[in-house]
């Protein structure tokens, strides 16, 4: 018998929904690449319920508890007295959601003698220490292109909520005004900005696809340069690093993993070299920035707005800097936690587990570490420290 221990984020404060504001899901036949959603052998909850709180569970304690297996579902993930840390050394597999990480330091990974498999319900999993990971012969999988689209549409969504000055205006209606100066003394079209993304893969690429046709000039930085006619019919200009990309564009969205080479990419340096009045969105990690950086750019009017809904740490504290800095559109980490998502990588959750308890091959796509080593999309996503 195996232990799962899994860590999802609180259900709603007035309880567990009875009911939705629609009715089930679009039926989507495959992802936007080609690339087959996930495909357990069954499932055991309706598309499109709250899945990523404690009492959803993600579906899988039917499956779990029909192997023999024990499902430990918290949301108490954090400090030495938590429950995820009292429980973590008997765990076998450990799930969590970016949206509520589990942080899998190298310490806590040390003290988990039977941890086989660390599980991310949704992308990216860099609040599991690879490093310790490889060293312990941990797997670590997640489920590639789940909430690609999601995160995407997010970002789409915070560009034109910044640039359009929304929210402010928006307020004004709740509080009563009609304060149409107020609203429109920060607001502007994006039609002929120039929007760059460092990173282009699933999600970088998604976000320039979406935004094309608002005839925005389209600029790129990545590891892997996209291929020529990807280039022409998106008609995106290269750059080979986020240094020399950013002093040419009006809104940076950042798309990229977190590892050693992107962490506080975002500095006072780098924020300085971009135009006075720029947008920056970060739905990737909040690490990737520097968070008082941030704060002194928007102050100062280096940046015109800030929005994005990762942070450090997860879940940010009530004084943390970026709930009260200046023209932000920050939200909790929502952007790739929709009903919709949330189907998704619940059964790609479970169709991992089926592999993994199987004895058989996880997809490759989902892999990250694997035989003491990065694997699959980890190998293509991260590189090991120099």
């Known amino acids: 018998m195996a232990t799962v221990l899994c860590v999802l984020y609180d259900d709603p404060v007035d309880g567990y929904p009875s009911g939705y504001a629609r009715d089930g899901l679009p039926h989507l036949a495959q992802y936007p690449d080609g690339q087959t959603l996930p495909t357990p052998s069954a499932r055991d909850f309706t598309p499109g319920t709250l899945l990523g709180s404690v009492s959803g569970e993600l579906g899988l304690r039917g499956y779990l508890e029909s192997l023999g297996h024990a499902l430990i579902v918290t949301s108490d993930k954090d400090g030495s007295d938590s429950e995820f840390e009292r429980l973590l050394p008997e765990a076998d597999v450990v799930i969590s959601q970016p949206f509520w ?70 307020q004004w209606v709740r509080d009563g005004g009609w304060n149409i100066a107020d609203c429109v003394s920060r607001a502007y079209d994006v039609e002929g900005m120039d929007v760059g993304t460092v990173a282009a893969g699933r999600i970088g690429l998604a976000v320039l696809r979406r935004l094309a046709p608002f005839d925005m000039r389209l600029h790129y930085t990545d590891r892997h340069r996209l291929p020529a006619d990807v280039e022409q019919e998106l ?37 300085a070299s971009m135009r006075r009045g720029a947008y920056l969105v970060n739905t990737a990690r909040g690490l990737i920035v520097d968070r008082d950086a ?93």
């Open 101 to 170: 990480p589990a942080y899998l330091t190298a310490e806590r990974i040390a003290k988990a003698p039977n941890l086989k498999l660390a599980l991310t319900a949704g992308i990216g999993s860099d609040h599991v220490d690879l490093d310790a990971a490889i060293a312990h012969g941990v797997t670590v999988a997640e489920v590639t292109y789940c909430n690609s689209i999601s995160v995407a549409e997010h970002v789409v969504m915070m560009i034109l909520s910044l640039v359009r000055n929304y929210l402010p205006s928006h």
């Open 235 to 271: 008609n995106l200009t290269y750059h080979p690093d986020a240094r020399s990309m950013v002093p040419h564009c009006d809104v940076v969205t950042i798309n990229a993993p977190l590892h050693h080479e992107t962490r506080n990419l975002f500095d006072d340096d780098l924020l």
């Open 294 to 386: 941030v704060v002194r750019a928007l102050e100062s009017g280096q940046l015109a707005g800030y929005a994005g809904d990762v942070w450090y740490p997860q879940p940010a504290p009530a004084d943390h800097p970026w709930r009260s800095m200046p023209h932000h559109g920050m939200t909790p980490h929502i952007s790739g936690s929709t009903l919709s998502a949330q189907t998704r990588y619940a059964d790609g959750t479970r169709e991992i587990l089926e592999s993994f308890f199987a004895g058989a091959p996880i997809r490759d796509e989902y892999l990250i570490v694997d035989g003491g080593q990065l694997a699959g999309t980890g190998a293509h996503s991260y590189s090991a420290k120099g």
